[in-house]
């Protein structure tokens, strides 16, 4: 049973950071691209960052560049984004994606994240 499971979210004040995990089981994490991605309501869920399954390149949303940083540690079937200097606009549901670059795509449930003073 493949499973992402997201944790690591909450409140946090304007200027701060937060370290979000992902955690896969089921499927040959080391083979998958992940990626982060955050939804606000009434909003489309946009890419936030992504990493190649072997970690050596990385992209991301231009207005995070320089803020937060994708890692992933194949030997633990995890994925990261630390999240730094954090604004208000970050405020959304971040969730994380597995993808082998064909037809197969698996998503977690999402961790809230609220940025507020």
């Known amino acids: 049973q493949v499973q992402l499971v997201e944790s690591g979210g909450g409140l946090v004040q304007p200027g701060g950071s937060l370290r979000l995990s992902c955690a896969a089981s089921g499927f040959t994490f080391s083979t998958y691209a992940m990626s982060w991605h955050r939804q606000v309501p009434g909003k489309e869920r946009e890419l936030v960052a992504s990493?190649?399954?072997?970690?050596?390149?990385?992209n991301y949303k231009h207005s995070v560049r320089g803020r937060f940083t994708i890692s992933r540690d194949n030997a633990n079937n995890t994925v990261y984004l630390q999240m730094n200097n954090l604004k208000p606009e970050d405020t959304a549901v971040y969730y994380c994606?597995?993808?082998?670059?064909?037809?197969?795509?698996?998503w977690g449930q999402g961790t809230q994240v609220t940025v507020s003073s």
């Open positions: 994606k597995a993808l082998n670059g064909g037809p197969t795509e698996y």
């Open positions: 990493i190649r399954a072997d970690g050596t390149w990385t």
